[in-house]
Every structure is written in C-alpha cells, then in structure tokens.
C-alpha cells in the first residue's frame, strides 16, 4: 500500500472511532432522557390524581329522616 493510501486508511479508522463514541455518548444521553421523562411524567400523573382527590365532591349524608334509601 502507499502512503498515502495508508493514512486514508488510517484517518478513516479513527473516523469510525469517533463516531463510535459519539453515537455511545448520544445513546446513553437518550436513555437518560427518556427515564428523567418517565420520571417526570409518573410524577404528574401522581400530583394530578391527588389534586383531583382533593378536589372531589365530598357526599355529605342527608338526615336520617330525609334518606330515602335508594
């Protein structure tokens, strides 16, 4: 091989390294995001349905003379 087929091969050798990396570094990025997403969105999902609770109506009994036993 000459030489300056060899260093072509050789530069694009380590660009396959680079890109290697950076695609495991976009890869791991993404994982985290998509917990700190679920995460987030159990979270909400959670204060929603305590604030619904909080919210709900309260069923105050009638007077034992106005139940109509339905």
Do not use: W
Not at 15 to 25: C, D, E, F, K, P
């Amino acid at each position: 091989m000459n030489d300056t087929l060899s260093r072509f091969v050789a530069q694009q050798a380590q660009l396959a390294t680079v890109h290697q990396t950076y695609i495991a570094q976009q890869t791991a990025l993404h994982e985290r995001f998509l917990a700190l997403q679920q995460t987030a969105q159990a979270t909400l999902q959670k204060l929603l349905a305590q604030r619904r609770k909080a919210r709900a109506p309260t069923r105050t009994p009638l007077p034992l003379h106005l139940n109509l036993h339905l």
